[in-house]
């Protein structure tokens, strides 16, 4: 049996007989896990197919336990190397532990608190790891380079953006394919890349975050888990959020390195591009082609994530960003369950014009008035701007008194949205109104747009009627 080899190890390091051995879910991979117990003593026991893999695994946590970090100590090892056991950190799973914050679209202070404490954890496991380690013990390779790049690059073009249909000329992709793989090269460093740090490896031991799985680690850039662990493809982190990751790491990266923040941010950008396109390659495979129907249900995520990246253009890549934006567009992509999120239609209006109608059909919602505050209309130098633009947006914060009405609006709109999201509703609307529709109630709809965009997982429609335009946020 294959069990017998682990109980063999249990039996030699304990010296207890076994009671039980349980197998334990590996979510996919091919290595086996299981939980034996036997007297007072629980372990993990590991049955692995690869030699190679499982020597990276082990030395990686023999020297990963001398600096420091946090991982699971392995106790015994077979003579052929394929089995082991190792402590037993129990079944909190990070991945868990913020299921309601990934559900809702919106993490509580403490689901919070456990995010930024793992990642504050991710320099020293890049430095500290990285310090005097043998290179060329990681598995299946030494270092993040140019074959790497490739591999991914290629796994989207062919498991993914082939099987869409979209037609793209190949050679063109593939000189911005070449560009992109200098950018990512361009700091690799001598620090450990964990290469799949998310909430599925992190074990929590009375709150404490210990790491596992990181046998396929190598020498190479920061930047990579930083864009692995805040842009998972269902996480749907707010952005606000994601901020405090980063800056949560950049903390903890200042005794091992100073860096620019917007160079940082930069690359952090391009290496969160790769890992979004190497997440689509990989959810093409196992749909596509392994016909597993949980993968296909992830590329929507995936999807709405390269929406929101392509916000701002990657000019140096030019054909790869039109490619791209043509993939977001396409209508397979916009799944069901993409659309049941919540959607806030926020309007900016004249009261002389009337009050705009709810076209959900689910009545009620938030109206401002924002007359109170005052209004550069009144000044006839203001007249020809609208809320904007720089001239308006200065009057009216230096002024200041527009910064207080937004205050109770947030407090009062991020309840409302809180709620409506957690009760599973689709439609919310909020309107501005002030005397013409032009600069108070603008100002007012579009910060608290970028509020909500921050914070929450939504759809945002955002109308200023008497401008005459609306877009998509």
């Given at each position: ?75 015994a090892v077979s ?129 404490v975050p210990y ?54 941010d930069r690359k ?206």
């Amino acid at each position: 049996m294959a069990k017998e080899p682990l109980q063999q190890l249990f039996e030699r390091y304990t010296g207890e007989k076994t009671a039980s051995v349980e197998e334990i879910s590996a979510s996919g991979s091919h290595r086996r896990y299981f939980r034996l117990r036997g007297g007072d003593v629980s372990v993990i026991g590991v049955i692995g197919t690869d030699y190679d893999e499982n020597r990276a695994f082990i030395t990686l946590d023999r020297l990963f336990r001398v600096r420091g970090i946090n991982v699971p100590e392995v106790y015994a090892v077979s003579e052929d190397g394929l089995c082991y056991i190792q402590e037993d950190l129990g079944d909190s799973i990070l991945f868990n532990e913020i299921a309601r914050g990934r559900e809702i679209g919106e993490y509580s202070p403490e689901e919070e608190a456990l995010l930024l404490k793992t990642i504050a954890c991710l320099p020293k496991i890049q430095f500290e790891g990285g310090r005097g380690l043998d290179w060329n013990i990681c598995y299946p390779q030494a270092s993040f380079n140019a074959r790497m790049v490739d591999f991914d690059l290629n796994y989207f073009k062919y498991c993914f953006l082939k099987a869409t249909g979209l037609e793209f000329n190949e050679v063109r992709l593939q000189d911005d394919f070449e560009r992109l793989r200098e950018s990512l090269l361009e700091d690799v460093g001598d620090t450990f890349l964990y290469r799949d740090f998310q909430a599925r490896n992190v074990m929590l031991r009375d709150g404490v975050p210990y790491f596992i799985d990181f046998q396929g680690g190598r020498r190479g850039p920061i930047y990579y888990d930083v864009a692995s662990f805040i842009s998972q493809a269902r996480s749907r982190y707010p952005e606000q959020l994601k901020q405090k990751m980063v800056d949560a790491y950049l903390e903890a990266l200042r005794p091992y390195r100073s860096v620019d923040p917007d160079e940082f941010d930069r690359k952090l950008r391009l290496f969160i591009l790769f890992r979004t396109l190497q997440v689509l390659g990989a959810y093409g495979f196992r749909g596509y082609f392994e016909k597993k129907p949980h993968f296909i249900a992830s590329v929507p995520f995936a999807l709405d994530n390269l929406r929101r990246l392509l916000k701002t253009p990657f000019r140096d890549y030019p054909y790869l960003d039109g490619i791209l934006r043509e993939l977001t567009e396409m209508p397979q992509f916009y799944s069901p369950a993409e659309d049941k999120r919540l959607e806030v239609h926020i309007y900016s209006f004249a009261y002389k014009k009337g009050i705009p109608p709810d076209t959900s059909g689910n009545g009620g919602g938030y109206v401002f008035d924002c007359r109170s505050v005052n209004n550069p209309g009144k000044y006839e130098y203001y007249r020809q701007f609208n809320g904007t633009d720089p001239e308006v947006i200065k009057f009216l914060e230096d002024d200041g008194e527009i910064l207080t009405f937004l205050e109770s609006v947030y407090a009062l709109s991020d309840a409302h949205v809180k709620r409506f999201i957690e009760r599973k509703f689709t439609h919310m609307q909020i309107c501005f109104g002030c005397t013409g529709g032009q600069h108070r109630s603008v100002y007012c709809a579009e910060h608290l747009a970028a509020h909500l965009a921050a914070r929450f997982d939504v759809k945002i429609v955002l109308t200023h009627r008497e401008l005459g335009i609306e877009r998509r946020i």
